[in-house]
């Protein structure tokens, strides 16, 4: 089965070329496309896409308020969001993976790497390219615990092997990568990051990224 891809971009040219690159892969299929937000809620209500690739701002309604309401609770369908932003360094993005986004993607980004970001995040895994997300990071670490303050009492839940694996998915690490860090199974690492998105009652690996960063886990920089 095809993955099925909305587009939404306030840009039509952008639209189309996204279309054109998309529409090369065998495994991707274009089912609909929204000017704003507010299309693109009806638009997911209606095609119940499996990927959809959200413009940031947009009239009407913005990406951020589109992404919370298409993932949040009582949403009609399992739709991932894939944020496109033209900044590596836009604001909105962390309020975009707090509302739900399963990653973020340059709208510059090589064809391949849009491609390949549409099918991690159909699989369910986090696109969270390690080297925008340590820009990010670094921009809001004055927003950011120091490290100082008292665990959060959901982090003593976790077994140390799980501690473990969540800062190296901070980290942008895949599945792979980590399995490879810690010479252990892929198997492995899917039932440890598992265990942990159970146990903080967590989403997704974004999710799960954005907690450690926020709970003093982890801290820009630190490696």
């Known amino acids: 089965m095809a993955i099925r891809v909305l587009l939404v971009d306030d840009q039509p ?21 929204a000017g704003d937000g507010l299309q693109a809620l009806d638009q997911v209500r209606a095609l119940q896409p499996d990927v959809v690739l959200m413009d940031i701002r947009m009239p009407r309604m913005d990406g951020v308020e589109a992404t919370r309401q298409i993932t ?4 009609d369908g399992p739709a991932k969001v894939l944020v ?6 836009d604001e909105y993005v962390v309020e975009a993976l707090r509302a739900g986004a399963s990653g973020f ?6 064809a391949n790497e849009l491609v390949q ?13 390690p080297s925008i997300t340590r820009r990010l990071l670094d921009k809001y670490a004055d927003h950011l615990p120091s490290g100082e303050e008292p665990v959060p009492d959901a982090l003593n839940t976790l077994t140390d092997r799980e501690v473990e694996v969540l800062k190296l998915v901070a980290r942008g690490l895949s599945n792979a990568e980590i399995a ?6 892929e198997t492995t690492v899917k039932t440890h990051v598992g265990h942990v998105l159970t146990k903080l009652g967590l989403r997704d690996r974004v999710q799960a990224a954005v907690y450690a960063y926020e709970s003093g886990l982890v801290r820009p920089g630190a490696q």
């Not at 993607?105 to 090589?110: G, M, N, Q």
């Not at 490879?180 to 199974?185: E, I, M, N, P, R």
């Open 72 to 75: 949040g609770p009582g949403r």
């Open 180 to 185: 490879a860090d810690l010479f252990v199974s």
């Open 13 to 33: 040219l952008l639209r189309t070329g996204f279309r054109m690159i998309l529409e090369a892969e065998q495994d991707l299929a274009v089912v609909g496309e």
């Open 84 to 89: 496109l932003t033209t900044f590596d360094l």
């Open 117 to 129: 970001a549409i099918r991690v995040v159909a699989a369910g895994e986090a696109m969270l390219a």
């Open 105 to 110: 993607l340059l709208k510059d980004a090589p």
